[in-house]
């Protein structure tokens, strides 16, 4: 196993793996240990390029500095991905080989599932290193994270209306969904419950049909992939991947309200500032979608895992949100320039407490 140190400013610790005996391809980015031990995801990605790889892990580590910051977590930021199919290229020597990797940094980074990887993924890398989260209930761990990221961003769905719309009242009230996976399953269930109708698109039919399901074919219909960007709705939810508010999306938008679990949902943060020219309220992704980090972080703490202490956490996600949306008023940013001030803030403060 080969580990290679990457010089990257602004980050404390970027490490490339080569393992051509699994063919493990991985990196490790730890962004800021300021508030704490770095916590975040494995993605497993077919990134095209080492480049693009590393363009990804660096933006999601630094996506989870803020995330946890802005949640008060006691944790700094870091993310890992491993280049590779996750339906094709998956094997117990590979992820062994992860654990390996995550415990060659002493506890410095604690790794989690993400997008491409499942909690089986995490069990075999923690056959190799005690720094793992999101391990099965049964073990003692805090299980899977979305069910807490979708209380939060129903939370901070309902904080956006109240904002835009001046009710909370989910009743007929339209909301596009992008992306029916994991988080947004859940999220489905708490809208629909309180009334919303739903208009869902997947790039996987299967996905699209089990939420249909789940909604009894009620306040429910279904829209092609492409065509989520122009339905007329008060909330556009974006639960799939990220990128997707850019130049060719934000003049198609037909909503009050972008707020969903996606990370990294701006192509760029002027896209924010487009979104508010446009006088679309945006729920900056690190602050609605960060009740699954609160829950693994509640993990973590010395009493262990407790999930009535997790919900209660994970409940303020609302109040985030609308300190966010009211900073963004007050100073005239657009409200992802809201959050990553607060970031910062807090980060300092930080750092100003350790000096
Ligand atoms: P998931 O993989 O279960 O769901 C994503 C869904 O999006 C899949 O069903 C996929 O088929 C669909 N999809 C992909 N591309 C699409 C496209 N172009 N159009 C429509 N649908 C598309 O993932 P998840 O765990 O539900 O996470 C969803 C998003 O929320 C990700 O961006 C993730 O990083 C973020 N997030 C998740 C959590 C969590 O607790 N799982 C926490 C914070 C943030």
């Not at 009334?195 to 790039?203: F, K, N, R, W």
């Not at 122009?230 to 999306?249: Q, R, S, Y």
């Not at 909503?255 to 924010?272: D, F, M, Q, S, Y």
């Not at 990553?340 to 980060?347: C, Q, S, Y």
């Amino acid at each position: 196993m080969k580990i290679t140190e990457i010089s990257f400013e602004g980050y404390e610790k970027v490490v490339r793996c080569d393992d051509p005996e699994s063919g493990l391809k991985a990196i490790i980015s730890v962004h800021d240990t300021t508030l704490g031990p770095a916590l975040g995801g494995l993605r497993m990605w077919p990134y095209l390029s080492d480049q693009e790889a590393l363009t990804d892990v660096n933006r999601l580590s630094q996506g989870m500095t803020y995330k946890s910051a802005v949640a008060g977590t006691g944790l700094g930021g870091g993310k890992s991905i491993i280049i590779g199919n996750s339906k094709t290229d998956k094997s117990e020597a590979l992820f062994r080989a992860m654990g390996r990797f995550v415990d060659s940094l002493k506890g410095l980074y604690t790794t989690a599932e993400d997008v491409g990887t499942s909690v089986q993924d995490i069990v075999l890398i923690g056959k190799e290193t005690k720094h793992v989260t999101g391990l099965p209930r049964s073990m003692g761990s805090s299980g899977d994270p979305s069910p807490y990221t979708a209380i939060g961003v129903h939370l901070g769905i309902k904080a956006c209306l109240a904002k835009k719309l001046g009710t909370t009242d989910l009743k007929g009230v339209r909301i596009a969904i992008q992306g029916c996976g994991n988080v947004a399953r859940y999220l489905c269930e708490h809208l629909h419950a309180e009334g919303a109708e739903l208009i869902l698109t997947d790039i996987v039919q299967e996905k699209v049909q089990l939420v249909v399901d789940a909604c009894k074919g009620e306040r429910v219909s279904i829209v092609a992939p492409e065509e989520i960007y122009d339905v007329e709705c008060e909330v556009f939810a974006p639960c799939a991947l990220g990128a997707i508010i850019n130049d060719d999306t934000v003049p198609r938008l037909n909503c009050n309200i972008v707020a969903g679990a996606a990370n990294n949902v701006l192509l760029t943060e002027e896209h924010g500032d487009r979104l508010r020219e446009r006088g679309i309220v945006y729920a900056p992704d690190f602050v609605i979608n960060a009740g699954g980090i609160i829950n693994v972080s509640v993990e973590l703490e010395p009493a262990g895992y407790n999930e009535a202490r997790a919900i209660d956490k994970v409940n303020n996600i609302d109040d985030a949100v609308r300190d966010i949306l009211d900073t963004s008023d007050e100073e005239n940013i657009a409200t992802n320039r809201a959050a990553i001030l607060l970031a910062e803030r807090k980060l300092a403060e930080g750092r100003k407490a350790k000096a």
